[in-house]
């Protein structure tokens, strides 16, 4: 079935028949012998239904998805019977050969790469002349599925967390002794401090990445609302366009994170400059130099020794606890439902309109179950 026409197919799909994919045809009878069967690696298909999509263009058909295979569409390459399917552990490409015949299958051989080459070349075309102008268009509609990268960038949080707890654990055998002027002092690993800056990194990605993946479960139209210019923006102003102003427990929650990551992240992914000065220093005649931040000092990380102590530690996880309680008992936490499964998430209208008549109708689980049945199925492609 070739795809429905997009604006630029009719010129793409002329081109392709003139130019790379002149050698392919409609299949026709198998040929005798016996089939190679190629893997072909995701660095050179990386997309699997664009190479579809270039071959149902010049018309060939798609036999259809069968029990662990998504698409095969058989065709005649010059004359060489050939097949391209995308199956459960990737795309292969099969091709026909005499066994009796020694140059024949080295003649397979080079088809196959031949084939390869020449369906690279055939996605090139069909990206710049019809997906780069349609992408744009359908951007723009919020058509879009953003992929759910929840988990792995809460695993990179949750990894730099422990880190800096063990390091902060009671057992000091990690502890520094630093001597000045014959003074010693022990102090709390410096482990735990590089970690604690690596988890504050790691919790803000992880934030900016659920409230836009949340914008669905609120009033957020991509049609008249850019979801490019959301996602651009700083992770404050994607906390206030999610719960707005108005919430008392979601100002202080963001007054709390802000404090912790003005202290810790902001310093220290600034050239370790924060908003005290507390790293300039300016002259005085008589007294020498003293911080900009006078005695405020001691508000900043550079008044320690080790910039950070167990006691820092352990506010700053209260404070991102406390978030991670508002995220799934808030005004989010349907949205936390769905995001915690690792679904992706759809902006379109129609996804929206589903999801809201879900929520409604009190059937959200049922939509999220419905949802990993999908997925799981299209995943192991059991059909």
């Excluded at 914008?215 to 707005?244: A, C, M």
């Excluded at 005290?276 to 006078?294: L, Q």
């Amino acid at each position: 079935m070739t795809p429905d026409p997009l604006p630029g197919a009719s010129e793409a799909a002329a081109k392709l028949s003139s130019t790379c994919l002149r050698d392919f045809s409609s299949p026709g009878p198998i040929n005798e012998g016996e089939t190679l069967r190629f893997m072909v690696s995701r660095d050179e298909w990386p997309v699997p239904y664009l190479i579809r999509y270039a071959l149902l263009l010049i018309g060939l058909e798609d036999l259809g998805s069968a029990e662990k295979t998504a698409f095969y569409i058989p065709l005649r390459y010059r004359e060489r019977w050939a097949a391209v399917t995308l199956q459960k552990f990737g795309m292969r490409l099969y091709v026909k050969h005499n066994p009796q015949d020694e140059a024949d299958r080295l003649a397979a051989e080079r088809a196959h790469h031949e084939i390869i080459e020449k369906l690279e070349s055939a996605v090139r075309i069909i990206e710049s002349k019809i997906l780069k102008p349609f992408s744009t268009e359908q951007v723009s509609a919020g058509n879009v599925t953003i992929v759910n990268q929840y988990e792995t960038l809460r695993r990179s949080y949750e990894y730099f967390r422990e880190g800096a707890r063990l390091a902060f654990a009671s057992d000091k055998s990690t502890s520094r002794n630093l001597s000045f002027g014959g003074i010693s002092l022990i102090t709390d690993p410096p482990e735990g401090f590089y970690n604690l800056v690596a988890a504050l990194n790691a919790y803000l990605s992880l934030l900016e990445h659920t409230l836009v993946l949340a914008l669905p479960f609120i009033e957020f139209n991509p049609e008249t609302e850019s979801l490019t210019d959301f996602i651009s923006s700083r992770w404050g102003d994607k906390y206030r366009r999610v719960f707005g102003q108005q919430d008392r427990v979601a100002n202080q929650c963001r007054h709390e994170l802000v404090l912790l990551v003005e202290t810790w992240r902001n310093t220290y992914s600034h050239g370790g400059f924060d908003k005290h000065d507390a790293t300039i220093h300016f002259h005085v005649p008589g007294v020498g130099a003293i911080p900009a931040a006078f005695s405020d000092i001691r508000d900043s990380p550079h008044f320690q020794f080790v910039p950070a102590r167990e006691s820092d530690f352990e506010e700053a996880m209260k404070t991102l606890d406390a978030m991670d309680a508002w995220l799934q008992s808030g005004p989010l936490a349907d949205a936390m439902l769905w995001i915690s499964e690792g679904l992706d998430m759809r902006y379109d209208q129609e996804f929206r309109d589903e999801l809201h008549t879900a929520r409604v109708e009190g059937k959200l689980g049922d939509m999220i179950n419905h949802h990993n049945y999908v997925w799981e199925r299209s995943a192991n492609m059991d059909w």
